[in-house]
């Protein structure tokens, strides 16, 4: 098989994960979404804040600052639980969300079976009768090959909102 044709097979099973993944969120079946995540997940969404061009690299908050996440498989899982629980007043009821993927590129490879992969988001919610958000933003992923599917290892979520105007931040990236 020639290296392009490879390349754009590859390039399809990772959009396709994404909507799968995409898919499952939107359906609410966490549980399964879960199983797209490895052991040794690191999820993490930064605070932006806005700067004068000489500042942008100051424009997102470090590793280890503040952050909207900064989780890891077992709080991941902890938050899938809680939803289970019917405890979660920020998700009674819960929030209806539509997640769209686009502009979806393999920009590396990490190790072997390992791609870094980036794409743009939109994801929108409702919840209750009129109360509406919708976040913008950038993902830069690293996804790991386990037992013939995909897997994220990592998840860096950036947002293009400075502001956040939502009643709660409690749906998943």
Same mark, same amino acid.
Not at 78 to 96: C, N, Q
């Given at each position: 098989?020639?290296?392009?044709?490879?390349?754009?097979?590859?390039?399809?099973?990772?959009?396709?994960?994404?909507?799968?993944?995409?898919?499952?969120?939107?359906?609410?079946?966490?549980?399964?979404?879960?199983?797209?995540?490895?052991?040794?997940?690191?999820?993490?969404?930064?605070?932006?804040?806005?700067?004068? *061009?000489?500042?942008?690299?100051?424009?997102?908050?470090?590793?280890?600052?503040?952050?909207?996440? &900064?989780?890891?498989?077992?709080?991941?899982?902890?938050? @899938?639980? =809680?939803?289970?629980?019917?405890?979660?007043?920020?998700? &009674?009821?819960?929030? /209806?969300? %539509?997640?769209?993927?686009?502009? @979806? *590129?393999?920009?590396? *490879?990490?190790?072997?079976?390992?791609?870094?992969?980036?794409?743009?988001?939109? @994801?929108? /919610?409702? /919840?209750?009768?009129?109360?509406?958000?919708?976040?913008?933003?950038?993902?830069?992923?690293?996804? /790991? =090959?386990?037992?013939?599917?995909?897997? @994220?290892?990592? %998840?860096?979520?950036?947002?293009?909102?400075?502001?956040?105007?939502?009643?709660?931040?409690?749906?998943?990236?």
């Amino acid at each position: 098989m020639s290296p392009h044709l490879e390349a754009m097979l590859l390039q399809h099973e990772i959009e396709q994960f994404y909507y799968m993944e995409a898919a499952l969120l939107d359906e609410r079946r966490f549980n399964e979404w879960l199983a797209l995540l490895t052991k040794d997940l690191e999820y993490w969404m930064p605070v932006r804040s806005t700067r004068t *061009r000489a500042d942008m690299h100051l424009e997102f908050s470090k590793p280890g600052e503040a952050a909207y996440f &900064d989780d890891d498989k077992q709080t991941m899982t902890a938050r @899938v639980k =809680k939803l289970d629980t019917g405890f979660s007043w920020a998700e &009674d009821p819960p929030s /209806r969300t %539509r997640h769209l993927v686009s502009n @979806v *590129r393999i920009t590396g *490879r990490s190790r072997e079976g390992e791609l870094e992969v980036s794409s743009n988001f939109h @994801v929108y /919610r409702s /919840r209750l009768a009129n109360d509406e958000d919708s976040w913008f933003g950038r993902r830069e992923d690293c996804l /790991r =090959k386990l037992d013939d599917s995909w897997q @994220v290892s990592r %998840r860096h979520i950036y947002l293009d909102q400075v502001s956040l105007d939502s009643q709660n931040l409690s749906i998943f990236f």
